[in-house]
């Protein structure tokens, strides 16, 4: 990988462009982390995540052209080895589940604090999953939730 030794690489993926230069301008005053590329489309974000071998892809849930747990899919299929963290403005049940089962490490509101996203990023690269706190409740309930139905499913006499 290029870049500085130890920097978290990161491209960032927002239809917004505003959004994308100030995630870009805040994330670079980190001496540990390096944007090295931006896109404005999930097919972008896919060719990116090709060439540019980045450690995390900030990608937003709200893309004109490709659905964003597709994106992650393609992501994931062109460099495996990337932490993909979902940004969003909006709370919505299906895209939360549908982007972790494309495998995203972690789906965070974009009204998260900024110090609080740095962190966030750290612990994504480093491996950790994460759920924002104001939608855990959602998930650990659909977990239940599917867990009770399969559970259900193997009780079957067939």
């Known amino acids: 990988m290029g870049g500085a030794v130890g920097k978290i690489?990161?491209?960032?993926?927002?239809?917004d462009e505003v959004m994308r230069h100030g995630l870009r301008r805040t994330l670079e005053l980190e001496p540990d982390m390096e944007v090295?590329?931006?896109?404005?489309?999930?097919?972008k974000a896919v060719r990116l995540a090709r060439t540019k071998r980045p450690d995390l892809v900030l990608l937003d849930t709200k893309l004109p052209d490709i659905d964003a747990p597709e994106v992650c899919k393609r992501v994931l299929a062109q460099a495996p080895e990337v932490a993909v963290l979902m940004l969003t403005g909006h709370l919505q049940y299906e895209m939360i589940s549908r982007s972790m089962?494309?495998?995203?490490?972690?789906?965070?509101?974009?009204n998260v604090e900024i110090a609080e996203l740095k962190k966030i990023v750290?612990?994504?690269?480093?491996?950790?999953?994460?759920?924002?706190?104001?939608?855990?409740p959602q998930v650990v309930a659909a977990v239940k939730t599917a867990a009770k139905a399969a559970d259900a499913i193997r009780k079957l006499p067939f």
Not at 9 to 15: G, P, Q
């Open 36 to 43: 090295v590329g931006e896109a404005p489309t999930g097919e």
């Open 122 to 136: 750290r612990s994504v690269h480093c491996g950790t999953s994460f759920v924002d706190p104001t939608i855990a």
């Open 101 to 110: 089962t494309a495998g995203a490490r972690g789906y965070v509101l974009k």
């Open 9 to 15: 690489r990161i491209v960032i993926v927002d239809e």
